[in-house]
Every structure is written in C-alpha cells, then in structure tokens.
C-alpha cells in the first residue's frame, strides 16, 4: 500500500513532467515565429535531466535532439535557396530573397512582434526575390514568378525545420517519462 506522502510525489513527478513537455512543445512551436525555439526546447531537456542527476533522458538522447537540430538549421539554411534555385531563379533572385526573408523579419518584428516576424519573413523573401530577378533582367511576370517561390522555399525550409525540432522534443520527451 503506497503512502500519502509517495502518491504526493508520484502526483508531483507527474505534475513536473505534463508542465515540462508543456513548455518544450510551446518552445518548440516558436519556430514557426523564426525564434530558437528548438534551442530552447533542448535547454529545457537538459535542466529537466540534470534535475533528475541526468538519469532520466541521457546525454545521448540530448546528443540526438541536438543533433536533430543542428541538421534542422542546415536544411532551413540551403532548403529555401536551393528550392527557389530549381525553378529557376538566378543568383540575383536567390541572394535577394535569402537576404530578404531575414530583413523581412527583423522589419515585421518591429512593426507586430511574433505574427510580423513570420509574414516580414515571407513577404521579405518574397520582395527580395522580385527585386533581385527584377534588378537583373528587367521583366516582372518571371520575377513574381521567382518571388512565389521563394515565399515556398521559405515555408518548405521552416515547415522541415519545425518538424525536425519537434521529432527531437517528442524523442526526449519519451524518454523522460517518469518512472521509465
């Protein structure tokens, strides 16, 4: 028969873990508002391990979530670049929208913080990409065009970003389980 005091506990154990993937997935979702928050998600991984001695995840697990991370901004680095790239943009087009995208955001998060940042991200990606293509040959129809897709490389590369973030949260957060 368990005693008040280690059902207390167990509730407490339970209660600390249901809060903590809480805030790791929350973390998490902040990508789609180009903030860290795969970083952050692992950094609660690891204070939630070293409150439990790191007996409960394990650095390797946490070696596999940053790793999982590491290879997430690779892709979101070269995804959008290379998208645009394949539908045929040139090098204006690419620089323009890559380069864009970030000053879109630094722009939208001044104007509406969190919402601005994702759309001055897509429209800079967009109106970078149109200003590079549109600075080399001239002509608008194919610098829209290459605009489009640079907005789609831009979602495509935080859509994998994202869901490489989120396999590293839903890994450590198995192997966190209480009593595991």
């Keep these: 028969m368990e005693t008040i005091a280690g059902a207390a506990a167990s509730i ?11 805030l790791t997935v929350a973390a998490c979702a902040t990508i789609l508002i180009s903030l860290p928050g795969g970083w952050v998600a692992l950094g ?26 590491v290879v997430a901004e690779a892709i979101e680095a070269v995804l959008g670049t290379l998208y645009v790239a394949k539908k045929g943009a040139t090098t204006y087009g690419m620089v323009g929208g890559f380069v864009g995208g970030i000053l879109g955001a630094i722009a939208g998060s001044n104007l509406m913080p969190l919402v601005g940042t994702v759309l001055g991200g897509f429209a800079g990606a967009f109106g970078g990409a149109v200003a590079g293509e549109y600075y080399r040959d001239k002509q608008l129809e194919p610098s829209v065009r290459i605009g489009l897709h640079a907005t789609i490389g831009k979602m495509l ?15 450590v957060a198995v192997q966190g389980v209480p009593g595991r």
Excluded: E, P, R
């Design 12 to 22: 407490g154990q339970w209660t600390g873990y249901v809060v903590w993937v809480l």
């Design 44 to 69: 609660l991984a690891v204070l939630y391990d070293l409150f439990y001695g790191f007996g409960s995840i394990g650095w390797q697990h946490l070696a596999i979530f940053a790793g999982l991370l």
């Design 157 to 171: 590369a935080v859509g994998v970003k994202f869901g490489l973030a989120a396999m590293g949260v839903a890994w």
